[in-house]
């Protein structure tokens, strides 16, 4: 009997680490949290979004979309055109637009696909690709860059 109390004492201690150590944030997660709240301190407006369909991002399921890192800035006074492209080797394939922008030259890795309309310009991106957050300077100025084409 004088066991038994022990026993029982440990397996309350393990469970209630065990319930303790599973709500700890991975550092992936850490990671993308802090990138994005970095984002948004530069004036970019990180969001998660449903992939659409013209960005050939795979399905996460045979019956559901893949959720995908959605980075834009916002140009109050801009009137920009229509334009979607798909990054396919580091270059843009125009799915609706302008042709000036075919063959633009991408350097940032991790890009899916770029959407610019009325006064947005917007890329659908892997975070995973730069979890130190070292591209978002670049992201910014690619994006106000194609604004100015």
């Known amino acids: 009997m004088e066991n038994t109390g022990i026993w029982v004492a440990v397996?309350?201690?393990i469970?209630?680490?065990g319930s303790i150590l599973g709500l700890r944030v991975s550092p992936r997660e850490k990671a993308i949290?802090?990138?994005r709240d970095q984002a948004r301190k530069m004036g970019l407006?990180?969001?998660l979004v449903v992939a659409p369909d013209w960005t050939k991002i795979p399905m996460a399921t045979?019956?559901?979309a893949s959720m995908v890192a959605y980075y834009s800035v916002l140009l109050p006074e801009a009137r920009l055109p229509l334009m979607r492209a798909r990054i396919v080797d580091q270059k843009f394939e125009?799915?609706?637009g302008d042709d000036k922008f075919k063959d633009f030259p991408i350097a940032l890795k991790g890009i899916y696909a770029i959407d610019m309309q009325a006064n947005c310009v917007g890329m659908f991106w892997d975070e995973e690709a730069d979890l130190r957050a070292t591209q978002l300077e670049d992201i910014k100025a690619l994006l106000h860059a194609l604004a100015e084409l």
């Open 33 to 35: 949290g802090m990138m």
């Open 94 to 96: 125009i799915v609706h």
């Open 11 to 13: 397996v309350i201690v």
């Open 62 to 64: 045979e019956n559901r």
């Open 15 to 17: 469970f209630v680490m």
């Open 45 to 47: 407006h990180p969001r």
